[in-house]
Structures are given as structure tokens and as C-alpha cells.
């Protein structure tokens, strides 16, 4: 159980276009998802929260408007990085909560290269 | 953002040799988890700790909750190749994980 996808696996995008990256919890239902970012050799570092539903709740410092969340239905989440840059090469976890505080999961990261 | 100070930052051992490596914060926790990530992919739950003083293992992982709630540790006994990776510990505050700064361990045969 708790089986999570994100899709896709890599990407390499030409620098100002938009990326979409999707999360799906394949066995159980999320009523919350965190997104992360990982960059080379360092810690993850939670960009975001949201609730199905709801808008998302940005940690400080993570740009809105550039990092697109959406949480429309239990099972799916999509983060778009709009006008993508270099910097925003990086590796990005999705992580939804089966139910309470602890049942959290990683989906397996997608690595986004940004030309 | 917030983050747990892990050490060391780097281990190289030998097949068959123990690891321990700790994690800290200034701050209080209610719950520790460790993670293992392997390269390329997300984080894989190890061990949970819910409660002060508590020791907990996984097979050849043992883990404890601090007394204070401020730090951690995770032991690794006879170390396979597989235990290759980087570990991760985390602190659950409030309504979300704040991870540590990472152990990477390389094991030789």
C-alpha cells in the first residue's frame, strides 16, 4: 500500500517555458500533499502545502506565482514551474498524508533541468 | 527554512562495521523519523519514534527519540552495500516535516 507516482521522472526544459509535474497516490486518498525540492548534495526543503481543495500555502521565500499548486481531487497534484531558470534545476518530491500526521509519504522525485 | 543538524556528514565504512549517526535541533519535537533516499529517488521511512527516551529498532536499525526531544540517533549494525545511500532525520512540527541536513554513507566491500 501506499504506492505514490509522479510523472514525469526528468525533464529538461529550455529556460522561460512552463513545466507540469504530476503526483498521483495510486492506493489511497490524500487529503493533504507537501511538495519539496532537493537540490544537489542537500537536504529537502518543503516548498509548499495544500489541501485538496484549498489553495496552497507557500513556505517563505517560495514564489506563488512561479510555482503553480494545484490540488483538485484526493488522488492528484500537479506543481508547474512557470518561466522556468536555470536555478530552478532541481529535484522535486511530492508528499501526500494518507491520513493522520504520520502516514506521509514520498512519491520518487522528478528532476528537472531547466537549459 | 528550519532545519536539523546531522552528524556526520559522511561516513565511508567497511562491510560489516556499525554506523551511528545523530541528529539535532534547537527546537522540540514531538516525533523523529528517519529516511534513507537512495539516488534518483525519494525518501524511504525507516524508523518512526513517538516518544521520549523511546528505543525502537528495524531489523539491523536502532533508533532513539532523545530524552530532551531536541535530537536523535540511528545505528546501523553490520553494514551490508545496500546500506549505501544518504539517511535522513526529520522532526514533525506542528503540521509538517522539517528534515535534517543529511548522513551520507558509502560502505565497502
Known amino acids: 500500500g501506499a504506492v505514490v507516482s509522479q510523472h514525469p521522472s526528468w525533464v529538461i526544459c529550455k529556460s522561460g517555458t512552463s513545466v507540469k509535474i504530476e503526483c498521483r497516490s495510486l492506493?489511497?486518498?490524500?487529503?493533504?500533499m507537501f511538495w519539496y525540492r532537493q537540490f544537489p548534495k542537500q537536504s529537502l526543503m518543503l516548498m509548499a502545502t495544500?489541501?485538496?481543495?484549498?489553495?496552497?500555502?507557500?513556505e517563505q521565500g517560495v514564489e506563488k506565482d512561479k510555482f503553480l499548486i494545484n490540488h483538485a481531487s484526493l488522488t492528484l497534484s500537479t506543481l508547474t514551474v512557470t518561466s522556468a531558470h536555470p536555478e530552478d534545476s532541481s529535484f522535486y518530491i511530492c508528499?501526500?498524508?494518507?491520513?493522520?500526521?504520520?502516514?506521509?509519504?514520498f512519491g520518487p522525485g522528478t528532476r528537472l533541468t531547466v537549459t | 527554512g528550519q532545519q536539523l543538524n546531522q552528524s556526520p556528514q559522511s561516513m565511508f565504512i567497511q562491510e560489516g562495521e556499525d554506523v551511528s549517526m545523530n541528529c539535532t535541533s534547537s527546537?522540540?519535537?514531538?516525533?523523529w523519523l528517519w529516511y534513507k533516499q537512495d539516488p534518483g529517488e525519494g525518501p524511504v521511512l525507516l524508523i518512526a519514534?513517538?516518544?521520549?527516551?523511546e528505543l525502537t529498532s528495524n531489523g539491523r536499525l536502532t533508533a532513539q527519540f532523545g530524552i530532551t526531544r531536541k535530537d536523535s540517533f540511528l545505528n546501523i549494525s553490520a553494514s551490508i552495500p545496500s546500506d549505501v545511500g544518504i539517511y535522513f532525520c526529520a522532526g514533525f512540527n506542528t503540521d509538517k516535516l522539517i528534515f535534517g541536513t543529511g548522513t551520507r554513507l558509502q560502505v565497502f566491500p
Open positions: 508528499s501526500p498524508i494518507a491520513g493522520g500526521p504520520y502516514e506521509q509519504y
Open positions: 495544500s489541501n485538496e481543495g484549498s489553495k496552497a500555502t507557500y
Open positions: 492506493d489511497f486518498q490524500a487529503t493533504t
Open positions: 519514534l513517538y516518544k521520549a527516551g
Open positions: 527546537s522540540i519535537f514531538n516525533t
